[in-house]
Structures are given as C-alpha cells and as structure tokens.
C-alpha cells in the first residue's frame, strides 16, 4: 500500500477482518417467480461488512451446485482486500441441483427449447428484480459459465442481451460453428474473459480459440487464457484470473496512488478522472472511504494545491453529511482538517468517529482516533477535561493497554499545564508498564523526561 497514511487503510481491512471469523455472509433466498408460477430458490454471498450505501456489482453464477463456493470466496476475498469492486455472488440455483435442463440450450444451432426460454426470462427478470429487491446494486452484472453453461452464455451474447454487462466463460463446450454474433448492442458490447485448461481437451481449447478470435473481430472487449488445469480444476485455478482480468482497468487504492504519482494534473483533477473511469467502466463511484479521502485530500495538502483542498474539501464535506458515514472515514478527514489547523471542523468529525464506532460496537477500534482528538484538536479548543474524559474512556475499553492512556493522559496534562499532580501520577503508572509503551511506538527515554518536567513543575507550583 502507500506510504503515509497507511494506517487508515489498514484500519478499514482490519475492521472488515475482525467483525466476523468469516468475510462472507452467504443466505438462502426463495421467491414466487410470475415466469414459472412456482417458488424459486437462490442464494447470496456478501462480505461481512461493506462501507455504507455500497452499490453491489452483481456476480450471476450458473452450474452453482459445483461453481457457488470457490467462485463466491475467491470474489469475497478479492474485494475485501480492495482488488475488485464491491460485488455480490449470485447462485442461479436450478429446479432441482445439478438439473442443467432448466437451461433449455442447443448447441449445434445456439438456440433455446421452450424450457430454456423460460430460464433465460427468469434471470433476465424475475430473478433480476429480486435482487435488485433485496440489495442496492450498481448495474454493472457478469454471468458465469462453465463448458456446457458456458457455451449457452453464447446465447446471450448473440441475442445483444445489454441487461448483461460481462461474460466469463470457463471451457466453452465445442459447438458445430461459431454463432454469428451480430446483435447490435444498445449499450456497449460487452467484456467477456475465456479461461480454458491445458489439460482439457484439444476440441474445446480450439472452439475457445475460434470464439476469442471472433469476438476480437466485433471489438468486444476479449481476453484470453490458457492456464494450467484441467476440465474442472480449471475454475478454481482460474476465477482469480478471471476476475482481475476483468477489472483490470479499475482503480483501487494501490493504482490510485500510482496515477497520482504519474499525473501531470491537479489533485482534483485527478480525483474526476478515477471516479469517471470507475463509474464508466464498472458503474462503480470512488467510495467515502478513510483511504480514498487520505489519497486526494492528504495528497493535496502536501503539495499545497489550495484549489484541489478546497474542490476536495467541498466534496467529502458533501459526502460525510450522510449520518450512517464511515467511521474511519470521519476520523481521516477529522485529522486532516486538524493538519489543516481547522480546529472546530476537526472536532466535528472526530467527535461523529468516536459516535459512530459506538454506534457499530466498534470502540475497539478507536485508539488512534482517541489520541489524536485529546492530544491534537481538543487542547487547540481549550476542551481539556472532555480530551481526559476521552482517555480515561480508553482504559474501559482497553483493559490489557490502559498504560498507553496513563501515558496520553500525562501528555495532555504536562504539555497543556492541566491538572500537573494528576499527570505526573498517571505517567508513573505508564512506566510500570514498559511493554505496552514500546508495543504503541512510545519512546522510553522520552517518557521519562516528560516525568522529570512533570515533577519540575508540580514543585514549582507547591
């Protein structure tokens, strides 16, 4: 990750790692479908936790008896770790498991029967809507295939079907021909990923070859690989693969830092191009995040670009209006508008993090923030009791570190000339405990002539 400010970004995965054991929620769902007349059932996997008003990237996965739980983890992983957008994992279960006759495809003339008519009306629809009933989503959806299921996702390709947005296929099932593929899009055409096996078969390796080379005539946006696997191995071997390919031109945290090390533009600028090329692409806005606020703004205030700080302040002060805001989110631009020296602003912020981390049971998050408000923007204000308060608040919540408050207490005490005799006593308490100290990055020896100033000056006052 980058440089300064690495502690927001490893705040929020730690947070999204820490509230659960497991990064996926996974539910069963079932609702009557009006295009069979009878209950349907799907499930969906989410990530644990999720910044607020996330918009969904939805992941269709068809064959889900077997393909559901390798591809939902992989996807789940990815995006908690900021490699993929946010992205829901859809299983499009069939009427019984493994019945792929729902599918209704015909591969020697890419064509559906009266079964497979009504399946291609479900996902397209009923099961569209559902979704779109139960989670906020983007609108940017991928559908996944495998040999068989991924040859009937040539039916959609053909058909110009622009509810779909992207196409991964897992070792197309050889067909007679290739479809004609003349469908005129209404929207652009879509992103399609063929990932095939080295050990699969020569017919199969071939018919994705004379599919990529067709879609490359069309310009579709097409790619290509061959990895080492065999004819099921190879989507556990390949989803990863898959899915990075398919958002290669997304900006996470990391290639956010490298374009605005690359740009010859301003900071907000910048800012505009990342957003419209995430939105363009993926129908994905940059999130109200502690690390995208800290790459712009923090960025900005370094360079001293005044214009960027203000367009960037406007923005994120817009954003964060928003009561069910990001906690870190707040805490990153309550610091930054502390860097700022905007000392009510910066209480503003610091104050709805720590209300906020309340709010979600997280107050074990809170340390950094804590510190920084007691230490940095409270005294600035003359708010000396509330900064102890804050502090003594952290020795509830951390009970195996409360020598590291001991320690911010006798700093805000000795360094502000408040309540010198109770500083000097919560120092000494601090020094009992040198692991904890040395564990939080506190320097020994200056703790210790910060003590011998504390005594000094509680003599002089006696």
């Not at 069963?28 to 999720?50: E, G, H, W």
């Not at 099921?232 to 900006?251: E, F, H, N, R, W």
Request: include cysteine.
């Amino acid at each position: 990750m980058k440089r300064v400010f690495l502690f927001y970004l490893i705040c929020i995965i730690f947070c999204n790692i820490a509230i659960s054991q497991n990064i996926m929620d996974v539910k069963q769902y079932s609702f009557k479908s009006s295009t069979y007349n009878d209950t349907r059932s799907f499930r969906i996997a989410l990530p644990a936790s999720a910044y607020p008003n996330v918009k969904y990237n939805v992941l269709f996965v068809l064959d889900a008896d077997y393909t559901f739980d390798v591809i939902a983890s992989t996807a789940i992983y990815l995006q908690t770790f900021d490699y993929i957008p946010p992205t829901a994992v859809v299983a499009i279960d069939y009427s019984t498991s493994g019945n792929r006759n729902d599918v209704g495809y015909e591969l020697s003339n890419n064509s559906l029967d009266s079964s497979g008519v009504k399946f291609y009306n479900y996902v397209n629809t009923d099961l569209t809507n559902e979704i779109n009933r139960i989670i906020p989503t983007s609108g940017f959806y991928t559908l996944v295939g495998h040999s068989y299921t991924a040859s009937y996702l040539n039916y959609y390709i053909n058909a110009g079907n622009d509810y779909i947005t992207s196409y991964i296929l897992f070792s197309p099932e050889e067909m007679k021909r290739v479809p004609n593929f003349d469908a005129k899009y209404n929207t652009k055409s879509p992103s399609i990923r063929i990932i095939t096996a080295m050990d699969d078969t020569e017919e199969r390796q071939s018919f994705s070859r004379s599919l990529y080379e067709s879609f490359q005539e069309r310009q579709y946006d097409v790619k290509l690989y061959n990895i080492k696997a065999d004819h099921m191995s190879v989507i556990p071997a390949g989803i990863m693969q898959a899915l990075t390919s398919l958002y290669d031109k997304y900006y996470n945290i990391d290639s956010i830092y490298d374009a605005i090390d690359h740009a010859d533009v301003s900071l907000w600028q910048s800012f505009k191009n990342i957003n419209e090329n995430n939105r363009d692409l993926y129908k994905q806005e940059l999130p109200i995040s502690g690390s995208c606020i800290s790459a712009f703004l923090w960025t900005a205030i370094q360079k001293g670009e005044k214009e960027s700080i203000d367009s960037l302040r406007a923005y994120y002060e817009k954003a964060l209006e928003n009561e069910d805001s990001d906690p870190n989110a707040l805490g990153v631009m309550g610091d930054l508008m502390n860097k700022l020296g905007l000392w009510k602003e910066a209480d503003y912020y610091l104050q709805r993090c720590l209300e906020r981390y309340k709010k979600l049971n997280q107050e074990h998050e809170t340390l950094y923030w804590r510190r920084v408000y007691s230490l940095n923007v409270l005294p600035k204000l003359g708010q000396y009791k509330k900064a102890w308060k804050i502090l003594e608040e952290g020795k509830k919540i951390y009970p195996d570190d409360k020598a590291i408050f001991s320690y911010y207490q006798g700093v805000l005490s000795i360094t502000n000339d408040f309540l010198i005799n109770k500083g000097v006593e919560q120092l000494k308490i601090a020094m009992k405990y040198p692991d904890v100290l040395k564990n939080n990055f506190v320097n020994l020896d200056e703790v210790e002539a910060l003590l011998k100033k504390g005594i000094s000056k509680e003599k002089k006052n006696i």
